[in-house]
């Protein structure tokens, strides 16, 4: 198998979400990686997955997270902060005032979330 050529990050798969966007920037059938945004005053689903594992990095901004279905229960994450989720972990990403740009790595199971509350009713 040939190694694909370089490419651009604005050569990969941008998609739009209601809470801002992410840019999947790799891909194998082992792990995947994005790059997300989430707008301010935004959050991702209340979720978890059967399967999938991925692990956060906080490049920018101050990420809230909850680990429960509570609402006042959250934390705060700061730019560098490294966090794990693993199969079964219930969670949620969120943005306060300002942006927050995320990487994410993790197993190829990009289908793989039960979402348990969403802002957008999906």
């Not at 101050?62 to 972990?89: A, C, D, M, N, R």
């Not at 219930?90 to 039960?114: I, K, P, W, Y």
Request: charged share 25%.
């Amino acid at each position: 198998m040939l190694n694909e050529p370089p490419k651009h990050l604005s050569e990969c798969k941008k998609t739009d979400k209601p809470w801002g966007y992410e840019i999947l920037w790799a891909q194998t059938k082992d792990y995947v990686s994005k790059i997300m945004c989430i707008q301010p005053h935004q959050r991702m689903s209340l979720q978890y997955h059967n399967k999938k594992e991925e692990t956060i990095y906080v490049m920018s901004g101050v990420l809230i997270l909850w680990e429960s279905k509570e609402e006042e229960s959250f934390k705060h994450l700061g730019p560098g902060t490294v966090y794990h989720v693993k199969p079964g972990q219930v969670h949620r990403f969120g943005a306060g005032q300002g942006a927050v740009m995320l990487t994410e790595v993790s197993t190829n199971c990009l289908d793989d979330v039960v979402r348990l509350k969403d802002d957008y009713n999906r």
